[in-house]
C-alpha cells in the first residue's frame, strides 16, 4: 500500500519535472476543460488540476461527495458522472479502474498528503500554512498565483505574510 503512494508520487513528480521548460513549471493541463468540474468543484476551493492525483484517489473522492471534508458536495448523476470521467481520465497516471466494490471505505484522499507534495514543500515549515493569509496547505491559490492553471513554478510563488 505505502509503496504504491510512492510510486504514484515519483511518478507524478517526473511528469512535473518533464512539462515545458521554459514556460515555468506545469501540470499539464487537458486542452478540454469540464465546465461542470470548473464550476462544481471550483465553488469553495480552486478546482485542483486532475494531474495532482491518480486516477484511484479521483475516484474516492468522487465516491466519497456526500461527506466531503465535513461537506456535503453531492451531485446529481449525470454531473457527477461527467465530472468523474473529466478528472480519472486526466490523472496523474491515467488509471481508470473503478475501486472494487469491495474496497473499504478510505479516508478521503488530499493532495496534500501526497509523498511528493510533502517533497515539494519541506522547506515550508507548518506554520506558515497556517497564516491567517493562507488557512491551509489545501489553499494553493494563496501562494502559487497560477496553480488554477496548472502552474507551479519558483518564480510564479510568493508566500503571503
Ligand atoms: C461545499 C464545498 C466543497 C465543494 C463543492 C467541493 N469541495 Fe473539495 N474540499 C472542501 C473542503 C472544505 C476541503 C478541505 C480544505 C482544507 O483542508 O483546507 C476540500 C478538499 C478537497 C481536496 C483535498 C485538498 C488537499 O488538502 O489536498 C480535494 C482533492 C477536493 N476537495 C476535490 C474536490 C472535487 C473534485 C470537487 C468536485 C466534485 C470538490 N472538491 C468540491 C469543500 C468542497
Ligand atoms: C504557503 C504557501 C504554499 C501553499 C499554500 C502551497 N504551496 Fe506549493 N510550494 C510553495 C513553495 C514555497 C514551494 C517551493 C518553491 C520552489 O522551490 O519551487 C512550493 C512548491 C510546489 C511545487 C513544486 C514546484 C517546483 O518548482 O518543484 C508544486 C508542484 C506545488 N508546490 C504544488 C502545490 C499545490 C498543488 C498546492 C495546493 C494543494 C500547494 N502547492 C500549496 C508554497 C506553497
Known sequence: MKRA????GMM??????YAEEGEGLRVPMPAKISKAWKS???????????????GRSWQAIMNGLSNHFGNNASLDKVTEAE??????YNSADHDVRPL???AKPTPTPRIT????FRRAHSEVPSSVFRRQGVGSAANCMACHH???????AEEDVSIPR
Open 5 to 8: 503512494t510512492v510510486f504514484v
Open 100 to 102: 472494487p466494490a469491495t
Open 40 to 54: 462544481e468543484c471550483g465553488s469553495c476551493h480552486m478546482a485542483y488540476p486532475p494531474g495532482l492525483l491518480p
Open 113 to 116: 498528503e501526497t509523498a511528493w
Open 12 to 17: 507524478l513528480v517526473s511528469s512535473i519535472l
Open 146 to 152: 497560477a496553480a488554477d492553471k496548472g502552474v507551479f
Open 83 to 88: 465530472i468523474r470521467q473529466f478528472l480519472v
